[in-house]
């Protein structure tokens, strides 16, 4: 046998990326982590449900091991992983992860504290009558069905969903380019919006959004957000919900009180919830706290016990929110696939729209299944009434004919079903009583027949069933049942108002630093404090042994204090959290995530609406706005671009009306200061080329009032005229006397 070589093609390696990129990326959309609009599953759980359903775990039988279900899912539907399909079924399971759970899981499946399930040869499952509802007319062409992946078997397109599990029961995803974050709804809600849509599909978002009052987490809490807020994000289709945790003054003894926590936000976890509050405190931000623990059984209870009986409650509560997971922000990003195809964010009434959608059409499949199912019976049970007319000459013709079927088919003209179904009755149904069941079932289907095929010539009698059916999951799963009371509360607008100004005040008072002196000082090596009062530097100055100053300036308590580095970012401090004067400070990479290799190249005191001028040893520079460049975490902020072997090398605010460059070969040039363009971030203009030295500092000043350099001597306009040309000009060495550090005077170094 010749063994043929592999065909070898040259390709484009950007070509060839692009291609299996795409279809990594349509799979990674399609196929994992978007829900469809129409019953609000992924691949995997749509894959689960019906596994369980083969396997017939239905909400009244046995419980079966979870990896007896995992192994046949896996081995027929879902070859991705049997953990991956056990999480999926966990959470599924989960009653504090999801709101209506489609999972009635046995044995330890995790906890709010965090605590994984135990593994799947230890649980049991079994299907909730919540997933039976979304299988519903399965069986009855009610979905589109394709080949599995190793075409062997069937699977469904998508599920029946006799309920929106989409918004009931939320979903989350992360795609190649995109994501989603649906929270959870309460399935009462959303049964009367959708029927005030079938009823009037043109009513508009407001409509909606009376009926839907926004989510309800299986956990509870309290959504403290706006009702505008609210239509707003789920018209938009995106936005988030501010939610807290539930909780009550509980009296004690003599005055004594403490705060009891009963509900946590959504997805919390209650341990890491704990640990961080008692974090919090060690740190001593929690002034006004005590103690906490947790006496959780079934239920939540964590305790908070105040520093003293004076302490409101309700500015202790204020703190915590702001400081820990006692309030989160949970997102919305209501991205899912229009009919399992098209990923495009959906505002909620369009979901909704969706849904319906999907539900008449499979109101009208399972109608047609039906028609079809009872024409054929009723050509049997015609052929039946038929025997019954003549059942003499039917027997004789059974006992006395080699072939009875074509002569049964030519004396009373029936069909062939009709012939079989005849010679393959019973005996014993050949009697009277029988005769009068068939046709009353024969009329029963009859009339039956008649009801469907109005009702799918009419789009009236349609939604009027489809009403009917929303209803009966209503009575199942609405408000009034356990499982279907509204579990979450959503703040009337009043309480928001009052709690935000309640927030602010408490803000206020956390932020409340007075404004006292202080001496910042940093030395070579990074060494980072703060001397009270403004202090002159002095030789008496101590620091680490082989240290010395570096930066030295007045501030005060309540001012930002900016750093630039050699990276060109730009790091903003705190000057309240600055470590004390006593001893040598801390090192200053304890404050920001200064890289190994990057130097600071300035710092100073933020001055709101300044405008710096900040250069490279390339001799590029720019302007930009003191306030743009401010950084809120410790990563800093990147603002000037520099190219491997090029460092930024200077900052100073502009003041002025010229812009005087030096570069370490003592060249010196002046141009007008217009000549700078201004950017919020980026590599700038040549200010001074160079063809074997690099930038050594960059300033602006008046032209009239004069150059200062690092020595404190002012150079006149009459002795700099030589100096005065264009940008990016490679300049003529300083002037006679000039600072030989090749530095001007620092304005912010005060």
């Not at 130097?599 to 306030?627: C, N, Q, W, Y």
């Amino acid at each position: 046998m010749v063994a043929v070589p592999d065909e070898i093609r040259s390709e484009p390696l950007s070509k060839a990326l692009a291609e299996r990129y795409l279809a990594y990326a349509l799979s990674t959309i399609t196929q994992r982590a978007l829900p469809d609009a129409r019953d609000g599953l992924k691949p995997v759980h749509r894959r689960i449900l019906y596994g369980m359903r083969l396997l017939r775990l239905d909400p009244d039988s046995a419980f079966k091991k979870s990896a007896k279900v995992v192994g046949d899912v896996m081995g027929s539907f879902h070859p991705h992983g049997d953990q991956a399909i056990y999480d999926a079924l966990v959470r599924l399971a989960q009653d504090f992860s999801v709101r209506y759970p489609l999972v009635d899981g046995q044995g330890n499946f995790g906890n709010v504290d965090g605590d994984n399930a135990a593994a799947m040869r230890y649980t049991e499952s079994r299907m909730t009558d919540a997933a039976a509802a979304l299988l519903e007319g399965l069986d009855e062409d009610a979905v589109d069905f394709r080949t599995t992946y190793d075409g062997e078997t069937r699977e469904p397109v998508v599920l029946p969903a006799a309920f929106p599990n989409l918004l009931a029961n939320g979903a989350n995803g992360i795609a190649v380019g995109m994501a989603t974050s649906i929270p959870p709804h309460n399935l009462g809600e959303l049964v009367a919006a959708a029927i005030a849509l079938i009823e009037n599909p043109n009513v508009q978002d407001r409509t909606v959004f009376k009926h839907v009052r926004g989510p309800d987490f299986p956990t509870g809490g309290i959504v403290v957000e706006d009702p505008a807020s609210i239509a707003e994000a789920y018209q938009a289709g995106k936005g988030s919900f501010r939610l807290r945790a539930r909780w009550e003054k509980e009296e004690g003894q003599r005055g004594a009180w403490q705060v009891v926590v009963t509900e946590i936000p959504y997805q919390v976890q209650k341990s890491r919830l704990i640990e961080r509050i008692a974090e919090l405190m060690e740190q001593k931000k929690l002034p006004l706290l005590d103690d906490i623990h947790d006496e959780s059984a079934e239920d939540i209870r964590i305790v908070l016990t105040p520093k003293t009986r004076t302490v409101d409650p309700e500015i202790l509560m204020e703190q915590l929110f702001r400081s820990s997971d006692l309030e989160v922000r949970v997102p919305l990003n209501m991205n899912v696939l229009d009919r399992g195809l098209v990923p495009r964010v959906m505002s909620l009434r369009e979901m909704l729209v969706a849904f319906i959608s999907h539900r008449r059409e499979v109101l009208e499949r399972r109608s047609r299944h039906r028609l079809e199912k009872i024409a054929a019976r009723l050509e049997v049970l015609e052929g039946y009434l038929a025997v019954y007319l003549n059942l003499d000459k039917v027997i004789r013709i059974i006992r006395t004919e080699d072939e009875p079927k074509p002569v049964l088919m030519k004396a009373f003209k029936l069909t062939e079903t009709q012939a079989d179904a005849i010679l393959n009755m019973r005996l014993r149904s050949l009697r009277k009583l029988e005769e009068m069941e068939i046709r009353g079932e024969h009329a029963s289907l009859t009339r039956e027949q008649k009801e469907l095929t109005r009702m799918l010539g009419s789009e009236k009698l349609k939604s009027e069933k489809l009403i009917a059916e929303l209803r009966a999951i209503d009575a199942r799963f609405g408000l009034k049942t356990e499982i279907g009371r509204r579990r979450t509360e959503i703040a009337k607008a009043a309480a928001v108002a009052e709690m935000t100004a309640l927030a602010e005040h408490v803000e206020e008072r956390a932020n409340a630093v007075p404004q006292e002196p202080i001496t910042v000082v940093c030395s070579a090596k990074g060494w980072l404090r703060a001397l009270k009062g403004h202090q002159e530097q002095s030789k008496d100055d101590k620091y680490r042994e082989g240290d010395k100053a570096r930066f030295w300036f007045h501030a005060q308590t309540t001012d930002r204090i900016m750093l630039l580095a050699t990276d060109g970012r730009f790091y903003t401090l705190d000057a309240t959290r600055l470590p004390g004067g006593r001893g040598n400070g801390e090192a200053i990479r304890t404050f920001i995530d200064l890289p190994p290799e990057a130097d600071i190249v300035t710092m100073f005191v933020h001055v709101p609406g300044r405008k710096l001028l900040v250069a490279a040893t390339s001799g590029h520079g720019f302007i930009t706005g003191e306030d743009d460049a401010i950084a809120m975490t410790r990563k800093g902020k990147a603002v000037m671009n520099v190219k491997p072997g090029v460092e930024a090398a200077s900052c100073h605010g502009v003041d002025g009306d010229h812009v005087a460059v030096i570069g370490r070969n003592h060249k010196l040039v002046i141009f007008p200061i217009a000549e700078v363009p201004e950017m919020a971030k980026g590599q700038g203009v040549y200010l001074q080329r160079y063809s074997n030295s690099e930038l050594a500092d960059a300033i602006a000043f008046h032209w009239k009032t004069g150059l200062k350099d690092a020595n404190g001597r002012t150079f006149t306009p009459s002795e700099l005229k030589e100096w005065k040309g264009a940008r990016a000009q490679a300049g003529r060495l300083a002037p006679r006397g000039f600072a030989k550090t090749d530095r001007f005077a620092d304005p912010q170094q005060g």
